[in-house]
C-alpha cells in the first residue's frame, strides 16, 4: 500500500473518532422522559413472527382493508409514500406516517411523544376512528377465529407487535462501515457531506448519535403559515402544554432516510433537495423558532456534498424480524 494511501486512510480514521464524540451533542436537549423497558423480547422469534404476522393483518382494522403495512410499507423505510396517510373509509391523516426505523430504541413515539412505549403506540392507531376504527371487544373475537391468535389479549397483542416493531432497523450504510475502520467505502463526495453535517450545516444539532436523532422535540417552522401568521399543528405543546413546545415535532432518524420521501411531519417537502433548502434557508420564521434553526447559506456544491451524505451514505439495509432482510436501499447500491 502507498505511503499517501495509508495516510489517507489514517486521516479518515481519524476523522472517524472524532465523529463518533460528536455525534452525541445534544441528545438531552429538551427530550422527552425515557421509554419504560420493555415488556416484550425482540429476541424472542415466535413472539417476533407473531407481531409481523399482525403486523400485516387487515383484520386489525374495522374495514378489513388496512393493516400497519398500509401506512408503514416495508419498501418504503417502514414509512408512507402519501404525503398524509389514510385511514379507514378513506379518512385523511394530518401528519406523515413517520418511520418505524429503530423505534426500538426510542425514548417516546409519534412525532408527538404522546406514547411512552412502543406497547402503548402500536394500539393506537388501531383504537383511532380515524385511522383503523377498531375496538378490543370487537377486534379479539375476529382474531380469535383464527387458531394463530387463539388466546390473544389485548396485552399479549400490544406485545407480539411491540416484538416485531423492536427488530425494524436499518444496519450496513456507507457511514457505519466508515465508523468500523472501512472509510474507503465512502466517496469523497460523501465525506465532504460528511464534515459539512457535523460542521456548517449543523445538522447534528438534532440528528445526534447513532440513529441521527436526539429523541428531542423542535419547532423548524414547518407547522408555521406564513400567509396566516399561526401554527397549523400545535406539535408536542398538545401533549405537554409548554410555550416551548409550539410547533415542536420529533426529530426523525435520518437512516435510509432517501427511501422515505415524502418529509416533515405533515408531508410538505417532497424531496431531500427540498429539505436542504428548506434548511438553508433557515426554515420558516415564527415566534417558537428553535434557536438552533439559522440560515445556513450553503453553496450548491456543499449542497450537493451534503445530499450525497444523506442519499448514498445513510442508506443500507432495512431489516425486520430475527434473520429478515426486507430490503436493500436501491439509492445506496447504484453508487458503489
Given at each position: ?246 410547533g415542536a415535532f420529533k426529530t426523525p432518524t435520518l437512516r435510509d432516510v432517501a427511501l422515505r420521501g415524502p418529509y416533515m411531519h405533515d408531508g410538505s417537502l417532497l424531496t431531500l433537495e427540498d429539505v436542504i433548502d428548506f434548511y438553508d434557508r433557515g426554515g420558516n420564521q415564527n415566534p417558537y423558532l428553535d434557536e438552533n434553526i439559522i440560515p445556513l447559506h450553503l453553496s450548491q456544491a456543499e449542497k450537493r456534498a451534503l445530499l450525497a451524505f444523506l ?26
Open positions: 500500500m502507498k505511503l499517501s494511501n495509508i495516510g489517507a486512510r489514517l486521516a479518515k480514521l481519524a476523522f472517524a473518532a472524532l465523529l463518533s464524540s460528536v455525534l452525541v451533542y445534544g441528545q438531552q436537549y429538551n427530550s422527552a422522559p425515557r421509554t419504560k423497558a420493555p415488556t416484550s423480547d425482540p429476541g424472542d422469534a415466535k413472539n417476533v413472527a407473531l407481531g409481523k404476522r399482525l403486523f400485516f393483518d387487515t383484520r386489525l382494522s374495522d374495514d378489513g382493508w388496512l393493516s400497519c403495512a398500509s401506512c408503514h410499507d416495508p419498501a418504503h423505510g417502514f414509512s408512507d409514500s402519501r404525503r398524509l396517510s389514510v385511514g379507514m373509509l378513506g379518512q385523511r391523516s394530518k401528519r406523515h406516517a413517520p418511520t418505524l426505523l429503530g423505534r426500538g430504541l426510542g425514548q417516546s413515539q409519534f412525532w408527538d411523544g404522546r406514547a411512552a412505549s412502543l406497547e402503548e403506540q402500536v394500539l393506537q392507531p388501531i383504537l383511532n376512528p380515524e385511522e383503523m376504527g377498531m375496538t378490543m371487544e370487537t377486534l379479539l373475537p375476529r382474531l380469535h377465529q383464527d387458531p394463530t391468535y387463539r388466546g390473544l389479549t389485548r396485552e399479549s397483542l400490544a406485545d407480539a407487535l411491540a416484538g416485531y416493531v423492536r427488530t425494524i432497523r436499518s444496519e450496513d450504510s456507507h457511514f457505519d462501515f466508515f465508523l468500523s475502520g472501512w472509510p474507503i467505502v465512502m466517496s469523497d463526495l460523501e465525506l465532504e457531506g460528511l464534515r459539512l453535517f457535523q460542521n456548517k450545516a449543523r445538522c447534528y444539532l438534532c440528528h445526534s448519535g447513532r440513529q441521527f436523532t436526539d429523541e428531542s422535540f423542535h419547532n423548524t417552522g414547518v407547522a408555521w403559515s406564513q400567509g396566516a401568521g399561526v401554527l397549523q399543528d400545535e406539535g408536542r405543546a398538545a401533549i405537554t402544554g409548554k410555550r416551548y413546545h409550539r442519499r448514498t451514505g445513510l442508506s443500507g439495509s432495512v431489516l425486520a424480524g430475527t434473520n429478515d432482510k426486507s430490503t436493500k436501499s436501491s439509492s445506496g447500491g447504484s453508487f458503489f
